[in-house]
């Protein structure tokens, strides 16, 4: 399974965007998503700051502020490995 973590604020453009990307590709690949909302943790305001969002992937910063979908499938098949299928989603 691979573990995708968004660092992201609510009131946050580009968070949301970076949000409909990971979710359009999300059910091609076995993984699993935490959204982390970093307002009103000190710490992650003080780790973060205004430079969200940001998307670990099994624990390693992949992402920051923007990503497309092309670049988020190559790193996720990287994770995946050779041992998990591609999942085809039907268009809709």
């Not at 979710?23 to 993984?31: G, K, M």
């Not at 943790?41 to 920051?64: D, I, S, T, Y």
Request: with cysteine.
């Amino acid at each position: 399974m691979i573990e995708l973590i968004l660092y992201s604020r609510a009131d946050c453009e580009l968070c949301r965007e970076m949000e409909e990307v990971i979710a359009h590709e999300l059910a091609r690949f076995p993984a699993r998503l935490e959204r982390i909302d970093i307002a009103g943790n000190p710490e992650l305001e003080v780790r973060f700051g205004q430079e969200v969002p940001v998307l670990f992937v099994n624990g390693r910063k992949a992402f920051k502020y923007r990503c497309t979908a092309r670049e988020l499938r190559k790193r996720l098949s990287r994770e995946r490995g050779p041992r998990w299928p591609f999942r085809k989603i039907p268009a809709s």
